[in-house]
């Protein structure tokens, strides 16, 4: 009778999420994820071919806990863009390391407009319906003036040198994107 497996496939990736989590993305290595949910790296290699693969499904697990954190915190501004970039703004600040993975890794696979879209919820889009009198020759501009604004927002809100409540972040958010809507 063959040994039952007691290191599932779910360990291993919920494993690799909270060191993710708890010490970011350089921390996820075979050792000390093996360490962290009791094993050897043998199981994690047998359902693993290699940690470049391992690697390539944390950053789903990660995606698709950015966009479900969107979700669950969509807050709805008349203002267009401003429920996107405080959501990329707070989680910017509750998940560092997640956000470092996701944003800040240059990952080749995904742009930062796919990952702040969404997968099949459309964030952007659902944004840009909103602004009046919309000129779809400009759309491209405006989101790259405010995905840049919001973008270095969250990243200062990472090495701390942004300390604002929301309220004066949505503040300056309405600002700004209604200056570059103009």
């Known amino acids: 009778m063959a040994r039952k497996e007691s290191i599932t496939k779910q360990m291993i990736i919920d494993g690799a999420f909270e060191l993710l989590k708890k010490d970011g993305v ?10 962290h949910i009791g094993c050897s790296t ?14 390539a499904e944390l950053f789903e697990k990660a995606r698709k806990y950015y966009e479900d ?4 915190n969509h807050n709805t501004y008349d203002t267009p863009f401003v429920s996107l970039g405080i959501n990329y703004i707070r989680f910017a600040k509750k998940e560092q390391n997640i956000f470092r993975l996701l944003f800040l890794s240059g ?14 919820n459309a964030f952007v ?6 602004i ?9 501009l405006i989101f790259t003036k405010v995905f840049i604004f919001m973008h270095g927002m969250a990243g200062m809100t990472i090495t701390g040198e942004f300390d604002l409540t929301d309220k004066e972040a949505e503040d300056m958010l309405k600002d700004a994107i209604i200056g570059f809507i103009g």
């Open 26 to 35: 350089e921390a996820v290595t075979a050792r000390k994820l093996a360490a």
């Open 42 to 55: 043998q199981p994690i290699f047998r359902v693993y071919t290699n940690m470049d693969e391992l690697l």
């Open 69 to 72: 954190f969107c979700n669950s």
């Open 107 to 120: 990952n080749k696979d995904h742009t930062l407009y796919e990952l702040i879209n969404g997968n099949e």
């Open 125 to 130: 889009m659902k944004e840009i319906k909103k």
């Open 132 to 140: 009046p009198n919309l000129n779809m020759d400009n759309v491209e």
